[in-house]
């Protein structure tokens, strides 16, 4: 299997797109994350569920989750108001590492190498040319472990 087989459609958003929106894309298709592109459509970060959550919850919390248990469920309720006026970017840790991306004609075990190595949920297949780099889908860790116990 090769990677531009194991590809699939995924969602992504821009950097300068509304972080409420994709929380909401998240949430809605129970993603680990989305793929980030810039504005020329090339594959920029990942942006984890996780690190939505992390903006969402106060920073004093942050520091210390013993905290957590006085915030009243009043206010725990309005936690997504946090991300209001964010964009993606704004959402993305200072040290967000470009996305791993996959030549397309990479078995599965590089793609699994590279995911392992970055300890990403999901890898990008993209071709490079002089134009820059299209991309080609998306290989997740669930649907590479499909495939990989498919044809075990």
Do not use: F, W
Not at 36 to 62: C, F, H, R, T, W
Request: aromatic letters at 2%.
């Amino acid at each position: 299997m090769r990677a531009r087989d194991l590809a699939i459609a995924y969602e992504s958003v821009a950097v300068d797109s509304q972080a409420l929106d994709a929380a909401r894309l998240m949430a809605e298709h129970k993603l680990p994350g989305l793929l980030v592109l810039d504005a020329n459509g090339e594959p920029k970060a990942i942006l984890p569920a996780s690190q939505l959550v992390k903006v969402l919850v106060p920073a004093y919390v942050v520091e210390d989750p013993t905290l957590a248990a006085v915030v009243d469920e009043k206010h725990a309720d309005k936690l997504c108001e946090a991300l209001a006026g964010r964009t993606v970017a704004d959402c993305l840790s200072s040290t967000a590492a470009r996305p791993p991306i996959a030549a397309p004609d990479d078995t599965a075990l590089e793609v699994a190498a590279l995911m392992a190595q970055v300890r990403s949920p999901l890898v990008a297949v993209a071709e490079k040319d002089k134009a820059g780099t299209h991309l080609l889908g998306v290989i997740t860790a669930s649907h590479l472990l499909h495939e990989l116990l498919g044809a075990s």
